[in-house]
């Protein structure tokens, strides 16, 4: 016998080369079915998602922010990029959800992009953090919370360097925030 064969018990004659056919199917068919399985698992964790927040009234799902404090380290922070309605279409604005916060905010400029006047809107004098004191200027906001259009009562600060906040008027008391360390992102529920 040449090199091309071998004589195995059973006195079957096997081809060398058949081993490497046999491999390669072999490998493939690990491929095919580690590929199936793998978009198996994806697709059902979508659904699940899916299912977990069409049950649960999930109306937006955001990812917690890192934000590095110098002195206490990688903090997640709850903020999250929403659209606010303006006179020129959607404008993505960062908002933090302050659950101290009386009434949601926005820098005075938005009050011309949204249409409003402040010299005919009530002012008021707030105090922040440290007990400064500033005005603002109480108008309503639409934001796009996923696919639906809400609108909440908002103040215009004239206080510069401010964030925007979710506050309790309005926001708090009509959805649901939860805050999902585990898989660190927030989640808004009606």
């Known amino acids: 016998m040449g090199n091309a064969e071998q004589t195995y018990s059973y006195g079957r004659v096997i081809s060398q080369s058949s081993h490497g056919g046999i491999f390669k199917l072999f490998f493939l068919l690990f491929i095919v079915v580690g590929f199936t399985l793998a978009t198996a698992l994806t697709a059902s964790e979508f659904l ?12 937006l799902v955001a990812p917690l922010k890192k934000t590095s404090w110098q002195d206490l380290g990688v903090v997640p922070e709850p903020e999250v990029v929403l659209p606010v309605k303006t006179l020129g279409g ?14 949601s905010s926005l820098p005075r400029e938005f009050a011309e992009k949204t249409g409003q006047d402040l010299a005919f809107l009530p002012r008021s004098t707030f105090r922040g953090f440290g007990g400064t004191t500033s005005f603002a200027y109480r108008g309503e906001m639409n934001l796009l919370l996923g696919e639906k259009e809400a609108t909440f009562p908002v103040v215009f600060t004239e206080a510069m360097g401010t964030k925007s906040l979710l506050g309790r ?15 660190k992102r927030l989640e808004i529920r009606e």
């Open 48 to 59: 699940a998602e899916r299912v977990y927040q069409a049950g649960g009234g999930v109306i």
């Open 90 to 103: 959607y404008v993505d604005q960062p908002f933090l959800f302050d659950s101290g916060a009386v009434i």
């Open 169 to 183: 008027k309005g926001f708090w008391d009509q959805f649901s925030v939860y805050f999902n360390h585990k898989e």
